[in-house]
């Protein structure tokens, strides 16, 4: 978990760039995160597998934050 906390500016770098893209007309995981909150009608394994891609650096970047947090705390 150490490497994941030192790597924040990577997951920083990443949640912007690929957990974004596309941009246009909106980022990718914001209509995505928009589609399930009315109820994922017709969303298909595909679409599943994209909140997971563009996804992850986002989770990734929390649990870097939360980590060098809590070492700041200690």
Known sequence: MK???ENWKLWL???LS???APFVPEPHIWGKIK????????????????????????A????SL?????SKLS
């Open 3 to 5: 490497h994941i906390a």
């Open 13 to 15: 770098l990443a949640s």
């Open 18 to 20: 690929l957990g974004l």
């Open 35 to 58: 589609w399930i909150g009315g109820g994922a009608v017709g969303m298909g394994t595909m679409d599943w597998l994209d909140v997971v891609f563009h996804g992850t650096p986002w």
């Open 60 to 63: 990734l970047l929390l649990v």
């Open 66 to 70: 939360a980590l060098n947090l809590k």
